[in-house]
């Protein structure tokens, strides 16, 4: 099957060595190996051999396979919480024949798998917002091992929130370069700051995320949901998602065992359908990491049993195999992914979904428009409805 994400390669030269990166339209820096990346990497040029690193927030895989090629004998691990550019990161260690890379989903440090690390090492991305971007520095402590090194970039605006989370007498900031929009830190942790620290808590565990406990009215329901920095409708309702679940308020009652839910955001739609529809099961897919936990967490927070969800860490649909079959999938699509995803999501719907199961998708007009022809010269699907409003669409397709 071909890659509908997939833009171009990117060649990158560094210290001797010439890597290959594929990468997807939809990941930072897809047009060429982002200058802060480069300059960070610049600065470990005279830093001794490490031994085992991590990359936190890896994208595509730039810093983590570089640093690989490297030191072919260390120990990589590449974390992203964005199911696609773990995707990515993966294939881009084969094609540069980088054997023996660590490459997994994590938000934040909550998922890695190892302690005890050398370097880590990160390009932090400025809209993660400054409490997370705070937890982040501080929290490496807990994953190095003692005279570890971290050393970071993020853009030039961010350097004094960088410069105040690491404003601790046991934070020795080792280096420190700012030019052209970007600016690098190197830091260790003294042994008396390490001693100091309390065991690791989890981000998500102490809220480190945490935006806004709200009581979201949608229609005929009221839930209280818990929202999150990072993640789209903290505050209120998109028109989308509004016209998503006022059509959906009018099958209440409806008999669904299990409901698939693509792209759940805070989990407004997800609560909605578990309030609606009572399913005995609900599958939570999204390439977010924050968005899946966001969303489980809120459906418990609504009553629904932690047993009855499943979190699928995707970027697609193809579930087939993985769960049972389903009879709604709802979702928003991800218009930035492009036509080619859209329409594979489509098909891997139909084979997902049961005999008389429907999906539902809302996105831009023009988006819906594309796929609806998409459909229409197809076998799998026929269109049961079509409602277009304020430059939003609702498409409800059923297996043929």
Known sequence: MPDVYFKKTIDFYHSGHTLHFQVAQDLFSSHQIDVGTARLLRTLADAPRFAKILDLGCGYGPLALTLKALYPESVVHAVDRDALAVAYTRQNAALNGLADVEVYGSLGYDDVTAHDFDLIISNIPGKAGETVIAGLLRDAVH???????????????????????LDDPGIEIA???????????????????????PPFAAGLARGLYHRDLASITAGTLTFPMQTARGLPEFDSLSYGSLLLLDN???????????????????GHIPVAVWKLFNPAALTLVDRDLLSLRYASDNLIRNGCSASQI???????????GEVQAAGL??????????????????????????????????AGSTSITRLEKAIEAGKQWRIEKRKREKGISLLVLRRK
């Open 329 to 362: 999938i709802v979702g928003i699509l991800r218009e930035e992914e492009g036509q080619a995803a859209a329409e594979q999501l489509a098909r891997q719907a139909a084979a997902l979904l049961t005999p008389e199961g429907a999906l539902w998708l809302v």
């Open 175 to 197: 280096f420190q370069e700012t030019r052209a929009g970007h600016a690098i830190f190197h830091y260790r942790f003294t042994a008396a700051y390490r001693a100091a620290q």
């Open 310 to 320: 499943v979190m699928a860490h995707r970027v697609d649909l193809a579930l087939e």
């Open 248 to 266: 959906l308020a009018r099958l209440q009652g409806a008999k669904v065992e299990h409901v698939v839910v693509y792209n759940p955001g805070q």
């Open 143 to 165: 994953f190095l091992r003692p005279g570890g090194l971290v050393a970071v970039v993020v853009v030039a605006a961010l350097e004094s929130v960088v410069a105040q989370a």
